[in-house]
């Protein structure tokens, strides 16, 4: 590996297909490493030469394509013979070519694959337009979204549905295998065939889309998982036809859940052409020996794939998979057994993972706005990067997610680029001008500019200093920064960002990540290494001496892979287990039997078995490995323990699929040698680096505190056992290594190992500052909040049990400083966001001095902050020296508190006692001790004393998701605990204070910003629920940026349950005034500080303590919102609902023997108001005050007794304009037993008002069909809200209502 090496190809290994290449093809650079036999020395032994080439992926001038003028050169260097680019590619040397690519990745980011269609069972056309009908960002109110990859949608008149249901709580004695329809599917499940399709029809519907052009289609019926027979024989008329593509979901995916299925189908329709045409090209400029070499690409799961074998669909993480090899394979030891964290740090983005001595898979993911069902490598991706841009913003330091890209580049680019985080690391000495290629300028000749990079910096600098100064005119409130604080400042902002999704891997998983070593590669990564892993306590860090191509490099160590997967719906039993094991093993020799036609030996092969398991009743599964004590159920429950922090005794195990994964080995590097090595290694510490060889130069480089000599070492030249104390920069040919103060380097013959001494543990001095306002320690922290309330979020998710607050995820975690002001929350459901405060001040003046260490409180009241009943929120005081310092709270909706009606969401409720259980404040846990019976009182005993009322129907999983939002708290108090132990009490609070005054100083110039463009200040609007009801509000706007939000005008209390207690209302104003802002904002208690709210008591916006308010969380909220937005001038109404729907069955007696019951809820999208600063509002999403997923087709259909005929857009029902607005949708359920009814909607009478000449959106419209045995069926428009039973064979047809448009 040494820069001097220069041995040639060992010549009786000539012409012998001797040269290993390894090429990882990435969006701006390809990466080739070349590995042949040479003649051994003293000084390597090895007898192998390593050469690594890297290039440009695009240079047309130069070459057609970098992977091949790649392995050109490394011939070239192999056997010191020329290779012209005019001619062919000789192979006779090549032994093996595995290849990394972005083809997939770039095509799908830049929507440039193949045009293809998408069949799909019919009612279903505009599946993948709704998806889990959520939107990306809560605060975008444009609501963008990627489009879908197909060009036509065929619908195929088909429909097949699964024979009984999984909560069915009687024995399961509903085998109807005897119908002649009903057939076993290769999950074991009875299929039932209710519409075979017209196949000269299907022929004719796939021939027309093969007229238009189209080669390429994506197949995705209902329950093709489990059925495949109409899949099959569409694939086979369309390969008649002549398409050259043909993928079908049940082949490529058999697993439950058809919109990630669809989603994957045609994602490999629209990818997997261009990765054909894109291999074909490759090969054409090699010889006539291309066909006689091994040619292997990298899946996004890890492993390679031959050629012939390779999809579009697997290959969308193909390099950063390949990176995760390179260092679990070099970095890894099985007998030390510490676990990795990979930090692959490139130029537009950082991919974290992790590894434990297994590769960590998950099977559903998103990317670019496409859900992939396929095992992939848990890798997330976080946008920083070299190129990614820096900004002052609100008073905070930011950087990205935007980036500059290859061009034009950061500043220091010469072309006119941005200040990104490759120019503060210029600025600040650790990228050397002078050690850079001179590559760039309009003749590609000339260094990094470092007068660019340094005036832009003195521009924002300037910026910064002015805009904080005018903020805090105090003179000592803020000190001038220089330009190399806040150059340092971004850095450590980037690491912030960068240390989030490495904490969701390890802590919100249950590994402790200062347990962790880091593994750093990718050209920025080794600039950052040092910094990051201080950032999370870890003291170890390896660097690889191929770490700038260690994606490349890890292709070389690489394991050929086929997986064998087959759906299952079986309860893991003793008498189930034996059945599954043998499909196990049966899957095992199919995928044994592929590898060995290709070549491989037994001995070279290892089969991983799995079982994809969860807990009845819920969606989240976990894939099981094959234990050494064969029982997968006692491994299951260690998984469930160790990730989610419970076990469900008494829960059935179900089993979803079986999957084997079969590894070829030819690789022959050992594991984890380095850790050997650094056993026996004779160290030399450089105590004078200048009289080393490695030894280039000692140079300033700025650090916390001041410039600081740094000496400059070549890493081609530094020996095994040299030793480099901090601070040092070691550069290699490709990337910089900076050792920071207090880190010390040990190089060995493969790594630079950087070892954290002592002095940088994490304590108060670390982080030593003042508690004045300063902007890079207040960008810092406000990550750090956020980061706690994230954490505390995804601890509420793992633990919970509920699919409301696991699945749906309608749930928000918050933290709150000593007085109850909101400081920071995660960005969950939006109508918690603002009313969460309102009840932790309540409860700190209700217990006042009675609060003690070890207290939790449970509320839900809407007099006491709570929004409806379902939603209870528990809160926790933080204490230090006996005082309250902060609180964390979090807010789930429960699936049945008690009431009138199943799922406590009753659309008739006309009492507050109607909705179910409800308490002012109680302490769920008194000092440490949970207080079961007074929870079970108030759940099951008190709700139960109303007429025609009961407790809570599911007294269980609320009792445990209370446990959860408990354990949820605890998390935030554990790193609340951790954060003032970094930078001490009085500082967290401090800038606590500080980061609200910034949020309030944001929403003040947006008001000031209003005003000028309405002088008068006065803005008024109004807008009437379906009843009648006004809500009226006018906004007065001040010269200093404050403003008044007046509601007088509004209705009285509503004898019904779309009264909104106040919280509501606040929550609907710090949403909004969120959303105006448009960028990069800390939601907190200071968003509301420049507003007061007017509310005319006994208004059914403030109505009285025993009022019905189930419906004034879902849907006056929404109405709320339309008001305010329109008042503004932003944006239309959309739909001004959240289409609540509830069915159940309650307890049953049969034979003696008393059946539990059980309910289902779920909210429905609608369109999107279109707006002034976007073209047109979105179709069928979740709007304002609501972001739930819904649940896929598929699992409603195997978890209750229903049919879903239709789930599709509702043409035309968006308003007209120069925007128009965005379409509702058409959900259509038919029933198969007799069960309740409820739904709470609007809009049903009123429509979406359009804004600013732009035409409504059509009202919302809810349907009962009633069939009957001998006559025509029965349509009746239930209005926006009742309760009714229907009958087996019925249908509920509910039209969402459209957006309003924008504009004549």
Known sequence: METTDNRLLLEECGGKHRVRISVDRGGTFTDCVGIFPVEPTAKDPSGERVVVVKLLSEDPTHYSDAPREGIRRILEIATGRPHPRDALLATENIESIRMGTTVATNALLERKGEPCALVVTLGFRDLLKIGNQARPKIFDLSISKPDVLYQHVVQIDERVTLVGYAMDPRPAAQNQSDETNVVVGRSGEHVRILKTPEWATVRKQLQQVFDTGIRSVAVCLMHAYTFTA?????????????????????????????????????????????????????????????????????????????????????????????????????????????????????????????????????????????????????????????????????????????????????????????????????????????????????????????????????????DINAEMRARHTAESAYQNKAVEEIALGFLQVANETMCRPIRTLTEARGHNVQNHSLACFGGAGGQHACAVAANLGIRRVFVHRLASVLSAYGLGLSEVVHEEQSPAAAIWSNEAQQPLLARLEKLSRVGCRKLISQGFLDSQIRVQRFLNMRYDGTDTSIMVPESTIGDYQLRFESMHQREFGFVLRNRRIIVDDLRARVTGTLSKVKAGQVYDELKSLQRRELCEPNTHPAFVDTVSVYFQGGYRPTAVLKLGLLNPG??????????????????????????????LVLDNTPVTTLDVSTHHISTEIDPIHLSVLANRFMSIAEQMGRTLEKTSVSTNIKERLDFSCALFDQHGNLVANAPHIPVHLGSMSHAVKFQLDRFSEDLQ??????????????????????????FHDSRIIFFVASRGHHADIGGISPGSMPPNSRELFQEGASSMGMKIVDRGEFQEEAVRHMLLEEPAQYPECSGTRNYRDVLSDLKAQIAANHRGIALLSQLCAEYGLEVVQEYMAHIQHTAEAAVRLLLKETRVKHPTGQLSGHDFMDDGSKISLHVDISEDGSALFDFTGTSPEIYGNTNAPPSVTHSAIIYCLRCMVQSDLPLNQGCLAPVRVVIPENSFLSPSSTAAVVGGNVLTSQRLCDVILATFGVAAASQGCMNNLTFGIPAIEEGGVRYEGWGYYETIAGGHGAGRDWQKGQDGVHTNMTNTKITDPEILERRYPVILHRFMLREGSGGTGMHPGGNGCIRDIEFLEAMSVSLLTERRVFQPPGLDG?????????????????????????????????QPGDHIVIMTPGGGGYGK
């Open 230 to 462: 109409h899949e099959e024989e569409i694939g086979r008329i369309a390969s008649e036809i002549g398409f050259t593509h043909v993928t079908l979901s049940s082949h490529l995916s058999p697993r439950i859940k058809i919109v990630p299925r669809a989603h994957s189908a045609t994602a490999d329709a629209y990818l997997t052409p261009g990765i054909r045409r894109y291999v074909d090209g490759f090969a054409s400029g090699f010889d006539a020996g291309f066909g006689d070499i091994r040619i292997d690409f990298m899946q996004s799961d890890g492993g390679l794939a031959p050629v012939e074998h390779f999809s579009g669909l697997r290959a969308i993480l193909s390099g950063p998979a390949a990176g995760v090899v390179g260092y679990a394979v070099t970095s890894y030891s099985e007998s030390e057994k510490i676990s990795l964290v990979g930090f692959d740090m490139g130029g537009t983005s950082t991919d974290v993972s992790r590894f434990g001595g297994e590769f960590e898979h998950v099977f559903e993911t998103t990317t670019a706005g496409v859900t992939i069902q396929a095992p992939q490598l848990d890798i997330n991706t976080v946008a920083a990067g070299g190129g990614s841009r820096l900004f002052f913003r609100n008073g905070l330091m930011v950087v990205g997610p935007e980036s500059a890209g290859a061009f034009p580049g950061p500043a220091c680019y010469r072309n006119g680029g941005p200040l990104c985080i490759t120019d503060a690391n210029l600025l600040l000495g650790r990228l050397r001008v002078e050690h850079f290629p001179h590559i760039f300028g309009p003749s590609e000749d000339q260094p990094l500019d470092m007068n660019a990079t340094r005036a832009l910096f003195e521009q924002l600098v300037a």
């Open 722 to 751: 040299d030793v480099v104390r901090g601070p040092a920069i070691v550069l290699d040919c490709n990337s910089a290594v900076l050792v920071e103060p207090n880190w010390v380097a040990t190089v060995t013959s493969t790594q």
């Open 853 to 878: 260490e070890g207290d939790v409180i449970l509320v839900n009241h809407p007099q006491a902050g709570g929004t409806h009943l379902p939603d209870i929120t528990i809160i926790s005081p933080v």
């Open 1254 to 1286: 732009g035409g409504n959106g059509a009202c919302g419209l809810n349907l009962w069909e009633r069939h009957f045995e001998h006559k025509d069926k029965q349509v009746l428009n239930l209005g926006g809200k009742n309760s009714v039973f229907v």
